[in-house]
């Protein structure tokens, strides 16, 4: 069975602080993809980044960066120089990669990070 | 270009009520699911459907049915609502590999 462990429940920063948000996976496949999504106050779930299992090259965008390490079976997330409009809860999540038309992809989620930014 | 749209997006209902969540994708996506959020439970499965005229069920079924009615759209029906579904419910679609989501929908149940 797939799991995901994001062990931090609350952070609390203040603005331009760089904050790092764990996570932590298991599976038993050999070929599967991690993501991160963002949902503010508002409630929408944004998709922020998917990594493949074969590719573990650490990824950098804008302000955001990843770190994903299979040895650690870890896919870390950092905000650097964080903002109020940061503000959000934070989820990891683990899909199989199941050839089906290449499109069915359950999802297991983390129960996610509350990331508070204070100015 | 909508995404993913969910009607209606909030419903309060009496113990033993129906309703039907209703979920389109202009994404031409295959796959669609549903989901419901609860307090530090994060995002738990429904049910989902791969392709077209298939469902299956996810995580946590019971008291849920679903309709893939055609390639855009996939309902979630409650036959008799109890106080225990009492969630924000979430519907998305994938196409290859990344799920994209719905609004959302938040109901009550009383």
């Known amino acids: 069975a797939q799991k995901v462990t994001q062990a931090q429940t609350e952070i609390s920063v203040v603005e331009k602080e760089d904050v790092t948000l764990d996570c932590v996976y298991e599976?038993?496949?050999?070929?599967?993809?991690l993501f991160w999504y963002k949902q503010p106050p508002s409630g929408e779930l944004v998709f922020l980044i998917r990594?493949?299992?074969?590719?573990?090259q650490n990824e950098i965008s804008g302000r955001y960066s990843w770190n994903f390490q299979k040895s650690t079976s870890s896919f870390n997330f950092t905000i650097t120089a964080s903002q109020v409009v940061d503000s959000a809860v934070y989820f990891c999540?683990?899909?199989?990669?199941?050839?089906?038309?290449?499109?069915?992809?359950?999802?297991?989620f983390g129960k996610g990070t509350l990331l508070t930014v204070n100015p | 270009n909508a995404g993913v749209t969910q009607t209606p997006k909030f419903q309060v209902l009496k113990t033993g009520q129906s309703m039907t969540l209703q979920c389109a994708q202009d994404?031409?996506?295959?796959?669609m699911y549903w989901y419901r959020q609860d307090p530090g439970m994060g995002l738990r499965l429904i049910y989902y459907?791969?392709?077209?005229?298939?469902?299956d069920k996810g995580e946590v079924p019971n008291g849920y049915n679903v309709s893939r009615l055609n390639k855009r759209e996939f309902s979630l029906r409650l036959e008799s609502a109890a106080p225990s579904q009492t969630s924000v419910y979430f519907c998305?679609?994938?196409?290859?590999?990344?799920?994209?989501f719905g609004p959302g929908t938040r109901l009550l149940v009383l």
């Open positions: 998305a679609s994938s196409g290859w590999g990344t799920q994209y």
């Open positions: 599976t038993r496949d050999t070929t599967y993809y």
């Open positions: 990594r493949n299992s074969f590719d573990e």
């Open positions: 999540a683990l899909s199989e990669a199941r050839d089906s038309g290449g499109s069915n992809y359950k999802l297991t």
């Open positions: 994404m031409n996506h295959n796959s």
């Open positions: 459907s791969a392709s077209e005229g298939t469902t």
